[in-house]
């Protein structure tokens, strides 16, 4: 890990209390034994790494959805919408995305729209990357729906090692593809059910860029696509 390329990348604010937090025991730790302090002082830059907020490249192109999160994809699986979001009962292609803890936490919209709700479910922390996660883990759920009536699902889902979910939008706020929305803090996953009949673009195991990784297409392909530094 480049110490240079880590320090170089913008911390997201939500880090800030903590890394102040493992920086002052790692002086307080080293005062009472020296070598503490090292220890101490890895995991602070570990935890500024954690929160890394980075730019990223998003498509410029209405027909793509995104990915909300980095990390591996996990789970792909057909099944209902949320029921609390009132989307139908018609089945969705669920795509999972898992993070571990050293990927970037920072969560973006797969596409612009608004949100047009938000549920939270206390709930229990076990292996984010197990299936029953979706239904028995700590989750915020949310819909996101385009000016054409299309909507899609997106939830955050606490893990073993998570204990706080951070949402930074409000129902009926617009975003923007590859926009943050929201964190959770080390290690979780992110699930998103794709619009009826629409099927990924990625396959198992594959790592993905929240914002960068086109997850799946909801027209014809395009000839052209640009990008833009969000």
Known sequence: MNMLKIVAVPMHPEGRKFVATFAAISVAAGLLFAPLFWLGLGLTVWCYYFFRDPVRSVPLDDTLLVSPADGVVSLITETV????????DEPRVRVSVFMNVFNCHVNRAPFSGTISKIVYHHGKFVNASLDKASEHNERNVLAIRRDDGTDIA???IAGLVARRIVCFVKEGERVTTGGRFG????GSRLDIYL??????????????????????ELAGEQTRRSGNMV
């Open 154 to 156: 997106v939830v955050q």
């Open 81 to 88: 919408a949320p029921p609390e979001l009132e989307m139908g």
């Open 183 to 186: 964190l959770i803090r080390f």
């Open 195 to 216: 619009p009826p009949g629409v099927q990924p673009l990625v396959t198992l195991g594959q790592t993905t860029t929240a914002g960068e990784t086109i997850l799946a």
